[in-house]
């Protein structure tokens, strides 16, 4: 996409992705289990550092975050959070496209989990190729075969 950038996340990057993670997610947390910000950030610290994080970049402007994680034949995408106001603009689906390539150069399948009350990005990965392959009570658990 024009204008976006992906670079690998450092610790210096810690404060941006939860500002992104409580901007972009905060709604949907509060809805199911309520917004501890003290509990938020220490959850987002752990993953942070247990993660391969990178960072979205806008026209020179860092505006999101996404993670994942791999095993042989699966790569999980944890999070991915685009600041609301540059939502709706393709960043996104870049990413999405990015990471599915990647695992699909890898033989492997792409598997993330949605809050089931979020029914946009449900949609949105819907649009991806992604299928509903399991739920539970809070979340569904999509994935797209690649290869």
Same mark, same amino acid.
């Given at each position: 996409?024009?204008?976006?950038?992906?670079?690998?996340?450092? +610790?210096?990057?810690? &404060?941006?992705?939860?500002? $992104?993670?409580?901007?972009?997610?905060? *709604? %949907?947390?509060? /809805?199911?289990? !309520?917004?501890?910000?003290?509990?938020?950030?220490?959850?987002?610290?752990?993953?942070?550092?247990?993660?391969?994080?990178?960072?979205?970049?806008?026209?020179?402007?860092?505006?999101?975050?996404?993670?994942? +994680?791999?095993?042989? &034949?699966?790569?999980?995408? $944890?999070?991915?959070?685009?600041?609301? *106001? %540059?939502?709706? /603009?393709?960043? !996104?689906?870049?990413?999405?496209?990015?990471?599915?390539?990647?695992?699909?150069?890898?033989?492997?399948?792409?598997?993330?989990?949605?809050?089931?009350?979020?029914?946009?990005?449900?949609?949105?990965?819907?649009?991806?190729?992604?299928?509903?392959?399991?739920?539970?009570?809070?979340?569904?658990?999509? *994935?797209?075969?690649?290869?």
């Amino acid at each position: 996409m024009d204008g976006m950038a992906i670079r690998k996340a450092d +610790s210096a990057d810690v &404060d941006f992705t939860f500002a $992104v993670k409580e901007a972009a997610f905060r *709604e %949907y947390v509060e /809805k199911v289990w !309520g917004w501890d910000g003290a509990d938020q950030r220490e959850l987002h610290e752990v993953r942070f550092a247990s993660q391969d994080v990178h960072i979205v970049q806008y026209r020179g402007t860092d505006v999101g975050y996404f993670s994942t +994680s791999s095993t042989a &034949d699966r790569v999980r995408v $944890v999070q991915i959070f685009i600041l609301p *106001e %540059y939502q709706r /603009k393709g960043l !996104g689906s870049a990413c999405m496209r990015l990471i599915v390539s990647d695992a699909s150069a890898q033989e492997k399948s792409v598997r993330l989990q949605v809050l089931k009350i979020n029914t946009r990005a449900i949609a949105f990965y819907r649009r991806l190729g992604f299928s509903i392959v399991d739920e539970d009570n809070t979340h569904v658990q999509m *994935e797209i075969l690649t290869g």
